[in-house]
């Protein structure tokens, strides 16, 4: 069954795996952008924003379903936090109340979990009261580690493996996902108006009580054909590390404070009695193979 799908996200990495699957199954496109794109054939680019009411309005009109992946990971602070992902969530909402459209996919994160945790969790749990408290028809997904050609959070894990040492967290286990895993589910929530209402689901790669990092690091090195040493950083180092990496990147900085305290917890291991039911969605994508797969895709790049 084709239908038209409301998409905001849709020029990054999630999204545009999403986009792509979407528009191969078939199904016609309306993405939020705020750059103008090259055009595609039964997909029609919505300048705006979220915080543009008028935009969302026209971005969600005569849509079967609205998939909301745009958000925000990295930001200075608690109020860039929710206005990127809290504020435009509810934006949406609104625009689908009034629109009169009612089904939403709405992307969340594991980190939504432990909200006292880092800012970026606190701002992922506000933005999934806003879905559960909007009266619509939602589905709320919380992937784990998301990795994938074209990803540049993973990236430097990559780079590191190829030089032969793995940075890491102090310890714990965390589960990933490969992006077209994760765009497959989205897709099919979208079609599933029965069985996935209401519900919150943690997804992963199939990997029984997910991966410990020292693991994935040796992982990292089989997928690309090197031998890595996995080192684990005390979380003062980590913290100094963050101090740092401020100095230097500003703004820009990767490794932030918040970020810190989401790296050190221990349990980021998706809960499997959250999975989708079996005949919905499972992975098709096991992490050894996704792994090798984005490398060649990151040389195909010049990224490595």
Not at 160 to 184: E, N, Q, T, W
Request: aromatic share 6%; glycine share 8%.
């Amino acid at each position: 069954m084709t239908m038209t799908i409301a998409m905001t996200g849709a020029t990054g990495f999630v999204g545009g795996e999403t986009l792509a699957q979407a528009l191969a199954a078939g199904h016609h496109v309306h993405a939020l952008t705020r750059r103008a794109q090259p055009p595609q054939a039964r997909l029609t680019w919505m300048p705006g924003a979220l915080d543009q009411g008028d935009s969302l309005d026209r971005l969600v009109a005569q849509a079967d379903a609205v998939i909301h992946i745009a958000g925000v990971v990295n930001a200075p602070d608690r109020a860039a936090f929710e206005a990127g992902n809290a504020t435009g969530t509810m934006a949406l909402v609104d625009a689908m109340r009034r629109q009169g459209v009612r089904r939403l996919i709405h992307v969340s994160s594991l980190a939504a979990r432990e909200p006292d945790l880092s800012d970026y969790g606190w701002s992922k749990e506000l933005a999934e009261r806003h879905v559960k408290a909007s009266g619509l028809d939602w589905t709320i997904v919380r992937p784990p580690a998301i990795y994938g050609p074209g990803d540049r959070e993973m990236l430097e894990l990559f780079q590191m493996a190829k030089r032969g040492l793995v940075l890491l967290p102090p310890g714990g286990r965390f589960s990933v996902i490969h992006v077209a895993d994760l765009a497959r589910l989205l897709l099919a929530l979208a079609t599933d108006r029965e069985i996935s209402l209401t519900q919150c689901y943690e997804i992963d790669d199939g990997a029984p009580d997910g991966w410990d990092h020292r693991d994935f690091a040796l992982a990292l090195g089989r997928a690309l054909d090197r031998r890595v040493r996995p080192v684990s950083m005390p979380r003062a180092l980590m913290t100094m590390g963050a101090a740092i990496d401020r100095l230097v990147r500003g703004q820009r900085a990767r490794l932030t404070p918040d970020r810190v305290r989401y790296f050190c917890h221990p349990d980021w291991v998706s809960n499997s009695r959250l999975a989708p039911p079996s005949p919905l969605w499972t992975p098709q994508v096991s992490t050894e193979e996704g792994l090798r797969t984005t490398a060649q895709a990151y040389h195909a790049k010049g990224w490595l």
